[in-house]
């Protein structure tokens, strides 16, 4: 057992692989709560003093395109345990289930192109999922994996590549007999190629996996039966997609979800990797890791500076933070608003103009020249959207609600309008500001009115299991505290 591993008497239920910028904060996290790690790094093994453990994992984890959270899949137990105890340690965290889960066989009917980036679109009754990079006529049906899922409103990207995975092999639809790369003996290779030319299914390849070598070696009929199964699958699937009406599932892959770190998450997650005595962690860590590669290696600079001389750290950190600040805007800079919804989607707002910014203190003041359609009335506040207006936008870095002014081109006011959001983060390349929209907001119009908006969608997103209770809870009395401090002024 490791230095990091629970005391504990029960054994471990699942075990996880996990990759990315939030791997060694998590995977000791996990550790703490009983998961067994398989397929570790190099240096989350020396970080955690980790034995090899070669296994397949039950889950999965790595971070998202973005680096704001986390893509996860495995077996359903297991990730429903894992968003169980994110919900319960990590007040902020945003969970969004996919409707698809990953290597999904679907078939689907193709119900529009995209010329501009050569793409297809596929519906399946519940979501739509998108072909890159592969134009196929309307109303053609065929066989799709999801090879990312939909999450949230987001579309599946699919692949007509088919798969079908095992524990030692993978089937691959019109494809020559391959081996892992990591597998390096080549007497096994030899073998291992010997034993795939015998058994290839007709239009199917097989892929053998890492686990392929060792089990050879111990009994080669456990990869004849497997491959037996995985083409009796094959054969399922292929009479399963003459036989169905589109849309519908031929098979079913594995669960996945999206978990989203906010501000709060990401300082929590940086406190349990402070934890880890054989490494030093700055504040605003996985903050910081977001900014790009670059940065990256900074942080790791400073942190491996500290570790050895722990006794300039404050000097350190100092330094390290006032760098980042030289690359924050500056008056008149364009800064972007990434409104993120809890289902994932990302509204780009109007961007807005630095008017001012205290790099101290993170309050920041924009002027936003308004889009959209004239003549038409702004959400909540009653009054009308006329050519010329503009919105003076004012927050503090790290508070949980934006406010907005709306003005007419002769700088009257016309209203207030409050978000309530998890606390607001500044990043860099390109300027912007981000958060999760939280669904509630308060205004107050031009007759002094205040009034509290959308109750109904923060009740909804909860019942839906986005959020936790906690979180629901806290966004209302946000709320309720801005509400007062507003009727009080």
């Not at 078939?107 to 793409?119: D, H």
């Not at 906010?262 to 880890?276: F, G, Q, T, V, W």
């Not at 962690?281 to 940065?295: A, L, M, V």
């Not at 003549?375 to 959207?385: P, Q, T």
Request: glycine share 6%.
């Amino acid at each position: 057992m490791s230095d990091s591993e629970p005391e504990t008497d029960s054994e471990p239920k699942f075990s996880i692989r996990c990759r990315g910028i939030y791997s060694t904060a998590l995977t000791k996290f996990l550790l703490d709560k009983n998961f067994k790690v398989t397929q570790s790094s190099d240096l989350i093994r020396e970080r955690l003093s980790l034995n090899i453990i070669p296994e397949e994992p039950d889950l999965s984890i790595q971070n998202t395109w973005n680096r704001q959270g986390i893509l996860c899949w495995g077996k359903k137990e297991a990730i429903d345990e894992f968003i169980e105890i994110l919900q319960e340690h990590f007040l902020d965290v945003i969970i969004r289930k996919s409707i698809s889960g990953k290597d999904t066989i679907l078939k689907g009917k193709v119900i529009g192109i995209n010329k501009y980036n050569q793409s297809s679109i596929l519906d399946f009754g519940k979501f739509k999922g998108i072909i890159e990079n592969k134009i196929i006529p309307i109303g053609k049906f065929i066989m799709t994996k999801v090879q990312q899922p939909s999450i949230g409103k987001r579309k599946a990207i699919l692949t007509t590549n088919i798969t079908i995975p095992g524990i030692n092999a993978i089937l691959i639809r019109n494809s020559p007999n391959k081996i892992s790369k990591k597998i390096y003996d080549q007497e096994i290779r030899q073998n291992l190629m010997k034993l795939a030319g015998s058994l290839k299914p007709r239009t199917w390849g097989i892929l053998w996996r890492t686990n392929a070598a060792e089990t050879i070696q111990e009994d080669d009929n456990i990869l004849i039966e497997e491959i037996d199964r995985l083409t009796d699958t094959s054969n399922q699937i292929i009479k399963k997609f003459r036989e169905l009406e589109a849309p519908g599932v031929i098979y079913e892959g594995i669960p996945t979800f999206n978990a989203e770190f906010p501000s709060i998450a990401k300082s929590e997650l940086d406190n349990i990797r402070s934890e880890i005595e054989n490494i030093s962690t700055i504040p605003n860590h996985h903050y910081y890791k977001i900014f790009g590669e670059n940065f990256s290696f900074l942080i790791n600079f400073a942190e491996e500076l500290i570790h050895k001389i722990p006794q300039n750290k404050n000097e350190i950190i100092q330094e390290t933070q006032n760098y980042f600040k030289q690359f924050f805007p500056n008056e008149n800079d364009i800064v972007n608003i990434y409104h993120v919804k809890i289902d994932g989607r990302i509204f780009f707002l109007s961007p807005g103009s630095v008017i001012s910014f205290n790099k101290n203190n993170g309050k920041i003041k924009l002027r936003r020249e308004l889009r959209g359609r004239i003549r038409s009335y702004y959400n909540g506040i009653g009054a009308i959207k006329e050519e010329g207006d503009y919105a003076i936008l004012d927050c503090n870095f790290g508070d949980w609600f934006i406010r907005t002014e709306y003005f007419s081109k002769d700088h009257k006011s016309k209203g207030n309008y409050w978000n309530i959001n998890t606390p607001i983060e500044l990043y860099i390349n390109p300027f912007r500001i981000q958060y999760v929209d939280l669904e509630i907001d308060l205004v107050k119009r031009i007759d002094g009115e205040i009034q509290i908006l959308d109750e109904e969608k923060l009740d909804r997103v909860y019942e839906e299991k986005y959020i936790s209770k906690k979180l629901k809870d806290l966004a209302f009395e946000k709320l309720f505290d801005l509400k007062k401090t507003i009727e009080n002024n």
